[in-house]
């Protein structure tokens, strides 16, 4: 049976046995909690639970879903208790919202209703799109303990004007394949060799299935892309941000700044890393920020 819990009460289990495909294409099977809280506009949000310590809630970028950071949640877990969660669309989590009226508030809102229903401040680690949701949500005092995320990416190269339209014209048309490539090539900027190469990923029905969300992380990157000073200012909860040291430039010139303007921040490179880094480096850098 399938429970559900509003926003203030505990999570109670609906699934028992997950089996995750990793950015690497790694698959293990765990036996995990998994539970659903209920968002402000009604939309189920689920997450993994796993370990024991002081909470750290986990929430992917674009095109991701809980799964693919298996790895990462089970080296927390080690020290903490994980929740890594399903943004709405994705994975076992629902949707009751639609690309028309999607705001990045929404996404606020269910990141708040996890956090809530744990009962305590929070731990937080957020990657790529993941972060400018979270970061948003701590400047508007979602509670907090420490904030980690992973190259949000501000400043990023202004897609073209139409990308957005072309993308829901797509997955309304149901080429959900074309819209996966079009948002890798466009909006992510990866090289068509490495596009290509992803046609052959274990993940790759993973990624098709999630296509609709492309049009979510679109409106984050159109009304968000810039860097929010103001909004930076009033962080006070510590920050940590992490960025690969063979990413562009302006990703990690905005990492610097996120870093520098905010309240309480700290900036790490991850000499090497990319937009797709290794989980196993980036899991020691998270505990140590987290247990400090």
């Known amino acids: 049976m399938r429970n559900q819990t509003s926003a203030t009460g505990k999570g109670t289990p609906v699934s028992e046995t ?19 809280v209920t968002s402000a506009d009604g939309t189920s949000i689920a997450y ?13 970028g674009g095109l991701t879903q809980k799964a693919m950071f298996a790895p990462l ?19 076992d989590s629902g949707d009751n919202g639609n690309g028309d009226t999607y705001t990045i508030d929404h996404e606020v809102a269910d990141l708040e209703a996890v ?9 937080v680690w957020a990657n790529c799109t993941g ?6 949500a701590a400047a508007q005092g979602v509670p907090m303990a420490k904030l980690a995320v992973y190259e949000p990416p501000y400043s990023a190269p202004d897609t073209p004007p139409d990308y957005l339209d072309r993308v829901k014209e797509l997955v309304a048309a149901d080429r959900s394949e074309d819209a996966v490539e079009l948002f890798w090539r466009e909006y992510v900027r990866f090289p068509d060799e490495l596009i290509a190469n992803f046609r052959f990923h274990p993940s790759w029905d993973t990624f098709v299935a999630l296509a609709p969300t492309i049009v ?13 000073h103001r909004q930076l200012a009033r962080t006070t909860v ?3 941000v992490v960025d690969g040291g063979a990413s562009p430039q302006w990703q990690r010139e905005a990492c610097e700044t996120v870093a520098r ?22 899991a020691p850098v998270l505990a140590e920020f987290f247990s400090a």
């Open 18 to 36: 997950a089996v995750p495909v990793d950015m690497d294409g790694v698959v293990e099977r765990r036996d995990l909690v998994v539970e659903k």
């Open 73 to 91: 949640a089970r080296f927390l877990a080690e020290n903490f208790t994980v929740y890594n969660y399903d943004r709405r669309g994705r994975g």
């Open 131 to 136: 972060g400018i949701i979270a970061l948003r």
């Open 238 to 240: 510590p920050v940590l």
């Open 216 to 228: 979510y992380d679109g409106v984050i990157g159109n009304d968000h892309a810039a860097l929010p």
């Open 261 to 282: 303007e905010v309240a309480d921040g700290r900036h790490v490179r991850l000499e090497g890393q990319t937009h797709l880094f290794d989980q196993a480096t980036l």
């Open 115 to 123: 956090v809530r229903s744990i009962g305590e401040p929070c731990n």
């Open 48 to 60: 993994e639970r796993s370990g024991e310590g002081p909470p750290v809630v986990m929430l992917g």
